[in-house]
């Protein structure tokens, strides 16, 4: 790579011209990777939801794992922001970063540097993998994580690159990690023989993919027993281990549906897929039925499970009916889920947006729920989130962080999708209760919203916005015109570099 490219590359990033860190990234050698990520994960409508740095996903789904290092190549500003993220969710693993500079990254001493710091750290007493993530620049720059040793006295190295400017979203960042260690897995199985499980199942498994609430596994495991089937450990993984007793389930639940490499190896290793999950009455229904089929129960069976757990979920709807218009969005991949829940339950649900793209996983949900009239937008962009909420004036708005904060300010009640919906129960009876009180909790408040934008009127808008102002600011247009030829200017030289 040419010197000029580096630099621009070394000062890009999320801000730096996705078209010229693609091009930098296709020249580095990076090609193969970035092609398979425009087949897996999809973009568009527009060219990417804004959520998080994605390679946040990745970094979560390792942090989580018990045995298992991860390192960062990237920016300190972005390794800085990555690891405070990771330390307010909770993380209590130590991140390991690998700095460069122009100099070492144009010579290729960061690639050594990473090598050293991953022969320093693999040390099979305390681990079973180290996890090493190229971020923006260094993917952009080619540091080719692939001749890293694959494995180091029994320690697996797994190399990726998650650059914010070829995987669209957190979620599916966490697939791009999942969908390796699952492939370094299942080759391992496929080899020969490998360490027990640290969770033993006895008979046939449902693997659940995807990050769900920790009540929600053993209340499906309740709801599989009739049909003779248990839950196998979930994936995204805890430990190392772990997947090769999810590789061996009989049937995967793709409860979160955008987990497509993850799913192409469960498919390699003969597995069936099934989509949706237990929500509500219909959704339980359907879901126990293709998941008895997927599995070769016997008919008798799915109807003694249904009937088990059917008259148990109607009657936590019954005993917690929603009476609300709610707009739903958000980047989790549950947000189908969540609408199809709060719909069964007596809510007016018109739109549903989620940042993930849309795979055959969650055709059932979408069905359902175009059915019923609701609009579902794949690929959703604050702006369309944000449109939804305007025209369908909500009794509660569920999004992200600035949809919640615009819609306070409109005095609407609405509240952050990740931390207060994800983070309680969604499937089964337990499913119904936490989300009628979340419901119900929210928009209690909605006198005391509009009381506050009255009595707030006119503070902290705009030109009143900040701290310690008692007037409209000067405006500075000659100011403004010289930023605005300036950025003009960058964008021009960037489009240039590469051509
Ligand atoms: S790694 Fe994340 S924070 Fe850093 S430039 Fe890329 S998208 Fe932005």
Known sequence: MSATVTDKVADGGCHGGRETMLAAAHAAGKSDTLDRYAADYPRGPHDQPQSMCPAFGALRVGLRMRRVATILSGSACCVYGLTFTSHFYGAKRTVGYVPFNSESLVRGQLFEDIRDAVFEIARPEDYDAVVVINLCVPTASGVPLDLLPKQIEGVRIIGIDVPGFGVPTHAEAKDVLAGAMLRTARLEAEAGPVARPRQMIVGDAVALLGELFPGDPPGVAAMLAPMGLTVAPQCPAREWRDM???????VVAAVHPFYTASIREFQAAGRPVVGSAPVGVDGTAAWLDAVGQAANVAAAKIDAAKARILPVIEAAIAANPIKARVTVSGYEGSELLVARLLIEAGAEVPYVGTACPRTEWSDPDREWLQARGTHVQYRASLEQDMAAMRSEKPDLALGTTPLVQKAKEMG????????????????????????????????????????????????????????????????????????????????????????
């Not at 499937?427 to 929210?442: H, K, P």
Request: contains cysteine.
């Open 244 to 250: 090769y007793a999810a590789l061996d389930c009989a």
């Open 412 to 499: 609407l009640p609405a509240a952050y999708f990740t931390n207060i919906v994800s983070a309680r129960p969604l499937l089964g009876a337990a499913g119904v209760a936490s989300l009628a009180g979340i419901v119900a909790a929210q928009t209690r408040g909605k006198a005391r919203f509009a009381q506050m934008v009255e009595f707030f009127e006119g503070v902290g808008v705009p030109d009143a916005a900040g701290y310690g102002w008692t007037g409209v600011p000067d405006l500075h247009p000659d100011a403004r015109a010289k930023a605005r030829k300036l950025r003009e200017a960058r964008a021009k030289a960037a489009e240039a570099v590469g051509t």
